[in-house]
């Protein structure tokens, strides 16, 4: 069932459109029509975010290879789990990039799933989950996946929608983000004398980033995900109200 308001694809038994809350045709009244109340769902533009983390994923993939440590060495920074070789300025800046970045792509997911479920493809988890998930062990694991493969989806004709192949852009992003954390873990050890007495104690340490591996995965997973930013951006979770096409997903705009 098309929507004869915004072209959105609907359930066959639905009274009204799921996107815009039209009135659809099989509606015992008539035709389809803009609903008497006025209420209307909220619409998120997706485009001004896009762009940015565009800029700042980059710049971050780009710090990420530039600043491999050498796999024997530990770094004399750290915050927010993160750990480089950087001091003084260059720590605060690197810093407030980080916090620029997770705070644009949050509310990039947060948009995205709040328009997603104005589609006819059934949202998982609410958008609430979208910011919450990657705080909460352990569904951090897989829910901003889950989340963000329904995203992917539901910027797809109905009859494509299905398989898992069909997610399988957001599935090789999550498994780069994974791996990254996986292969951060490093061996310490460290020793402490007092006069004749001394204490060796060895520990692991999780330091995304920190290894050469964990930089690597993290650079490759942060230019997937401006991949897939783009395309959502671009695609009908990016314009929920722009009419479709049956037959074709609509052309990327310039501003994508």
């Keep these: 069932m098309i929507c004869g308001v915004c072209g959105n694809y609907n359930p066959v038994d639905a009274s009204t459109c799921l996107r815009c809350g039209s009135r659809t045709a099989n509606t015992p009244g008539g035709a389809p029509s803009i609903p008497q109340s006025g209420w209307a769902p909220r619409i998120y533009s997706l485009s001004w975010v896009g762009n940015a983390l565009t800029v700042l994923f980059s710049i971050v993939a780009v710090l990420m290879l530039t600043k491999i440590p050498s ?87 109905p009859d494509r929608r299905t398989g898992a192949a069909n997610a399988a852009l957001p599935g090789f992003w999550w498994a780069l983000w994974i791996l990254a954390w996986i292969t951060s873990f490093q061996y310490q050890r460290s020793s402490f004398s007092q006069g004749s007495d001394s204490t060796v104690t060895t520990s692991y340490i999780l330091n995304f980033g920190g290894t050469k591996l964990s930089a690597a995965f993290a650079a490759a997973a942060a230019i997937v995900l401006v991949v897939i930013i783009r395309k959502v951006s671009a695609g009908l979770v990016g314009h929920p109200l722009a009419p479709s096409n049956p037959h074709r997903m609509p052309e990327e705009s310039s501003t994508g």
């Design 71 to 157: 796999s024997n060495t530990f770094p004399a920074y750290s915050g927010s789990g993160i750990r480089l070789h950087v001091s003084g300025i260059g720590a605060l800046m690197f810093g407030l990039l980080m916090l620029a970045t997770i705070v644009l792509f949050l509310n990039w997911f947060y948009r995205a799933r709040s328009n997603a479920g104005l589609t006819s493809w059934r949202q998982r988890w609410s958008p609430a989950w979208a910011i919450w998930a990657w705080f909460l062990p352990p569904i951090f694991l897989w829910f901003p996946y889950q989340i963000m493969a329904d995203i992917w989806r539901a910027g797809m004709l």
